[in-house]
């Protein structure tokens, strides 16, 4: 089983930053890609960026620029960084992680809830 743990949420003002963590635990080597999700109010989850073992990245064209994911496989710790943060990025972000060969994610996290707001 794999668990992840994510922290980092909070309130912060426009223009600001905010960086989320996610650690990781359990049969890790399982995963290839981790990735964030984020989930507004009424709106589905969407995929905000992803990383692989090899460091390979991916974002969503809203947060190009702005975010970037990284990770510690020392650490088994996942990051997002998020720089001039906007209303719009208002969420409950997520945590993934994918198995080599799967399409979705094969695990989640419990969510951390980011709000941007004066």
């Known amino acids: 089983q794999v668990q992840l743990v994510e922290s980092g949420g909070g309130l912060v003002q426009p223009g600001g930053s905010l960086r989320l963590s996610c650690a990781v635990s359990g049969s890790i080597t399982s995963i290839y890609t981790m990735g964030w999700y984020r989930q507004a109010p009424g709106k589905q989850r969407d995929v905000v960026a992803t990383i692989t073992r090899t460091r390979n990245t991916n974002y969503a064209d809203s947060v190009k620029g702005r975010f970037t994911i990284s990770r510690d496989n020392a650490k088994n710790t996942v990051y997002l960084q998020m720089n001039d943060l906007k209303p719009e990025d208002t969420a409950v972000y997520y945590c993934?992680?994918?198995?080599?060969?799967?399409?979705?994610?094969?695990?989640w996290g419990q969510g951390t809830q980011v709000t941007v707001s004066s």
């Open positions: 993934s992680g994918r198995r080599l060969g799967s399409t979705m994610p094969d695990y």
